[in-house]
């Protein structure tokens, strides 16, 4: 599956208003969205056609900053790259231009290819449900891809939950036990779990979590050098 999360349009009418253009132009960027959003595999599946050359940028998107983390195919013996952080204060719920231009340089300047750009998906760890993070990290995306050049078919985006949970399994009338799960918590404070899911992520970390799935073996033989 592409991701944890499914696009929805709303349909509107032809009745002017004040935030026509404003719904509009949202339409317009969940739409390119919906165009270079692809499978996490995808992005293992570039990588591997273009080994020696290419990268994978790995991004963690936070309330007030943008971690990254540059990296090779894992089998080229190579170690992430993390990079500064990009540090940032919404404006009008909008990114910066100085962050968006840094982060372009990021993708512009870098010395390997970049094949496709890996961003942290933080879902709740308790129930598995989106949060505000998740509304955070799609929001950014989806202004990036509407305002610069940074995802393009040739460096699509993928979403990666390190917890990456198997498809629901549907009876026959579209049921599933997933959707009613709960936290086991007798106390849950949601001003700083639900809403704080994304701030022990690291891009280092998404980008080792990838590797643990799509590349097994490699990872396994890494964690035999490290112990």
């Given amino acids: 599956t592409k991701s944890n ?5 709303t349909q ?8 026509q253009d404003q719904d509009n132009h949202t339409m317009a960027a969940s739409s390119k969205l919906a165009k270079l959003l692809v499978a996490p595999s995808k992005i293992a599946s570039k990588l591997n056609w273009q080994k020696h050359g290419g990268a994978v940028l790995s991004l963690d998107i936070h309330k007030d900053r943008i971690g990254m983390a ?3 195919h894992p089998t080229m ?15 009008g719920g909008k990114l910066p231009e100085d962050a968006k231009r840094k982060l372009e340089e990021v993708v512009n300047d870098a010395d390997s290819k970049i094949v496709g750009v890996v961003v942290s998906w933080p879902l709740q760890k308790d129930t598995g449900h989106m949060g505000a993070p998740c509304g955070r990290t799609l ?7 509407d305002e610069t050049d940074i995802f393009s078919f040739s460096r ?3 979403f990666w939950d390190s917890q990456h949970p198997s498809a629901c399994p549907e009876d026959q009338w579209g049921r599933c036990s997933q959707y009613s799960r709960t936290t086991s918590k007798q106390e849950h ?3 700083v779990e639900q809403y704080n899911q994304d701030e ?11 590797v643990r799935v799509h590349w097994p073996s490699v990872y396994k033989q890494r964690q035999k050098y490290c112990d």
Avoid: C, K, M, R
């Fill in 5 to 9: 999360f499914t696009l929805q349009y």
């Fill in 12 to 19: 509107t009418d032809n009745t002017s208003g004040p935030n």
């Fill in 70 to 72: 540059l990296s090779s």
């Fill in 77 to 91: 013996d190579d170690t992430p790259v993390p990079l500064e952080p990009i540090h940032y204060h919404f404006q």
């Fill in 139 to 145: 929001h950014v995306v989806e202004e990036l891809i």
């Fill in 156 to 158: 699509p985006v993928a």
């Fill in 189 to 191: 404070l949601a001003s």
């Fill in 200 to 210: 022990n992520v690291a891009a280092v970390q998404v980008w080792d979590d990838f």
